[in-house]
């Protein structure tokens, strides 16, 4: 067979590797051109979600074009290595900082001498740090007060959460070996139900994790209250607990709204409280951040530090992960410069607006409860009315709007709820007023053709 023009097999038209099946299974004997090549992997990608459409995911999709260029430029770096990148490893400390300081912690408190904190490949490991930080400090504890920790038939660690958990939470326990003790939602309480979750603390708890945006409902555990109750809990208990704060989605949205109840740092037992940076950080998925409270007695434990080089002294290295790239530290902290307090502000109050307005028209149509409304944590979560008289049912709401390239999610609640159904949109900062109009206007059609 006569070979092809170079400058043929130089570009999707006209090249052999075009009419060839796409290598699947085996690794290909030779390979392309570098343009050939990310054209056919832009091809494989078509049919996947378009960013501006997708109403299911809380990850951002969309960055400035300088974060992204920073980000390109720090791929090569490694996170892990501190003395070798030893300012990426500074601007990691200004993020933890940063945080701690937002969340409660007195600006006259000390990042290192105070209070403590480190990058993670995303929330779920920062809430993988805080439940060992919870375990470890429980088995110090119990072992002071005579009890035989390694007696799992008398004294198994559990760990006490609402049923609208997180999957890492999950993994947590089953990894860890701690009994998980999931606390029911009821249609009138779709987060951690106050009047009995300490029903389910003994002496073998290790703590209380509440949850500050319950990935199901955007519904948030009173946090406030929880401690209240620990504190009472606590004065009479042979072991106090402590609780942490999964604030993966609300830690980045509640400093900066009005309508939300101390939460964070300014309550006593709160000990940790890990966030998303990927979410309304607004930095591409890869990253989160845990801080510990040094004045609780659940600081970080012996067992979860380790001390590495950092320019001619050493720092505790506290991930769970290894190498991975600087490149999302680096974004992190650009947005904190780039938007300061008052811009996190604004983009904020921009998502809760959009989420208000969603809720109001869903609500306008008749034909749907709203669960919540986007006035705290922009989602809004809604059920079929149950007197809505439809043929059709939210699954089919979902599949219909995929035709016009929404996704929006439909699911059963969790444990207790489980035969209720409900939709779930995320409003994330790149969703404007304009996409909402557009969204709006395909779901008055979808229902249309539903009903129809």
């Known amino acids: 067979m006569e070979k092809k023009p170079e400058y043929l097999e130089r570009t999707f038209l006209g090249s052999d590797a075009f009419k060839n099946p796409i290598a699947k299974d085996v690794l290909p004997q030779d390979g392309m051109d570098p343009d050939v090549a990310k054209t056919i992997v832009e091809h494989i990608r078509l049919n996947e979600a378009k960013a501006d459409q997708n109403f299911a995911t809380f990850c951002t999709t969309e960055m400035e074009k300088q974060a992204d260029e920073l980000m390109l430029e720090g791929l090569n770096t490694n996170a892990i290595d501190k003395s070798e990148y030893p300012r990426t490893a500074a601007m990691e400390n200004y993020c933890v900082s940063m945080l701690g300081h937002l969340w409660g912690i007195p600006e006259n408190e ?6 403590i904190g480190t990058s993670t490949v995303g929330s779920s490991e920062g809430c ?9 400090t429980w088995k110090h504890r119990a072992k002071a007060a005579g009890l035989d920790v390694d007696d799992l038939h008398k004294h198994r660690p559990n760990l006490v959460i609402t049923s609208g958990y997180q999957v890492v939470w999950e993994k947590f326990c089953n990894y860890w070996n701690v009994e998980m003790r999931t606390v029911p939602m009821h249609d009138d309480v779709l987060s951690l139900d106050m009047d009995h979750v300490m029903d389910y603390v003994d002496e073998n708890t290790i703590g209380i994790v509440g949850i500050f945006g319950i990935t199901y409902t955007g519904g948030i555990d009173d946090i406030k ?11 009479t208990a042979k072991l106090p607990i402590k609780i942490h704060v999964d604030a993966a989605s609300g830690g980045f949205i509640a400093p900066f709204l009005d309508g939300f109840e101390p939460w964070d740092f300014r309550l006593k037992n709160v000990a940790s409280i890990n966030v998303s940076g990927h979410k309304y950080g607004m930095v591409y998925p890869g990253i989160g951040w845990i801080v510990w409270r040094k004045n609780t007695m659940d600081y970080l434990p012996k067992e979860l530090r380790y001390s590495v080089a950092y320019l001619g002294d050493s720092v505790d290295s506290i991930a769970i992960n290894f190498s991975r790239s600087g490149a999302h530290i680096i974004a992190q902290y650009y947005n904190f410069i780039r938007f300061g307090f008052n811009g996190y502000k604004a983009v904020m109050e921009n998502t809760r607006d959009v989420a208000k307005t969603l809720a109001k028209n869903l609500r306008e149509l008749g034909i749907f409860d709203i669960l919540v409304d986007g006035s705290k944590l922009p989602l809004v979560c809604w059920k079929l009315k149950d ?34 159904t409900i939709q779930r949109i995320v409003v994330r900062p790149g969703m404007t007023m304009t996409i909402l109009d557009d969204f709006l206007e395909d779901l008055q059609m979808a229902v249309k053709e539903l009903d129809d």
């Not at 000390?110 to 209070?115: C, I, V």
Request: net charge negative.
């Open 110 to 115: 000390k990042f290192g001498d105070d209070f």
């Open 387 to 420: 007197n809505a008289d439809r043929k059709w049912t939210l699954y089919d709401l979902e599949t219909k709007l995929k035709e016009f390239g929404w996704q929006v999610p439909a699911y059963p609640l969790p444990e207790n709820l489980e035969k209720q």
């Open 128 to 136: 993988m740090l805080g439940g060992l930080s919870l375990l470890f």
């Open 225 to 235: 209250k929880l401690d209240s109750l620990v504190e009472d809990y606590n004065k």
